[in-house]
């Protein structure tokens, strides 16, 4: 009876360990922006995307990921999805890496701006929307945090804030600004 108890735990082991290698090295083999044709995740990037909002929402990963909460503005259920957290000047920030055909901002807007943001905890908070005109630096910052954001944005980390000016416009910058204390359901 011991042995079979080990071998259901050898093979779930197995499993795990093939599925955070699915995780780890599929995003990496394929190209980035295959992952988010037409500006939409494709099934794939939407399973993976899943497997990112439990691991930031947990707090697995350090504090500039996090799951972003938002009502959706036509059915009102919470959507979460993973996003990259810049900061700049002592600011937190939240970059829109596919630009202003994201759904989740076309939400923040729709929810004027009240958000939960969760890594191990729940914080809600207020999302300001940053002028275009003070964009480019804070895109750049995003840029050398958020990795999966490089082949979206047209630009080059290491490039010159100058060079972001023409792009600063297309890309949607929240800042993060604290609000009430979110209650855990049911407390």
Do not use: C
């Not at 691991?55 to 697995?60: C, D, E, I, Q, T």
């Not at 630096?137 to 999966?148: D, E, N």
């Amino acid at each position: 009876m011991v042995k079979r108890h080990h071998g259901f735990w050898t093979r779930a082991m197995k499993y795990l360990a093939l599925a955070a290698i699915a995780v780890l090295l599929v995003p990496a083999l394929l190209p980035k922006r295959w992952l988010y044709r037409h500006g939409r995740p494709n099934r794939l990037a939407r399973l993976l995307n899943r497997g990112w909002v439990i691991a930031h929402s947990a707090g697995l990963w350090p504090s500039r990921f996090v799951t972003l909460e938002v009502p959706g503005r036509r059915t009102g259920r919470v959507i979460s999805l993973p996003l990259a957290v810049a900061d700049y000047r002592g600011e937190r920030y939240l970059v829109a890496m596919l630009g202003e055909g994201s759904s989740w901002v076309r939400n923040v807007r729709a929810a004027g701006g009240r958000v939960v943001l969760r890594h191990g905890r729940r914080e809600a908070v207020r999302l300001e929307e940053v002028d275009p005109a003070a964009r480019p630096p804070i895109v750049r910052r995003y840029l050398s945090v958020a990795p999966g954001a490089r082949p979206h944005i047209p630009v080059d980390r290491h490039a010159p804030v100058e060079d972001f000016d023409r792009i600063a416009a297309q890309i949607p910058v929240f800042r993060v600004a604290t609000d009430q204390p979110a209650h855990e359901p049911g407390g």
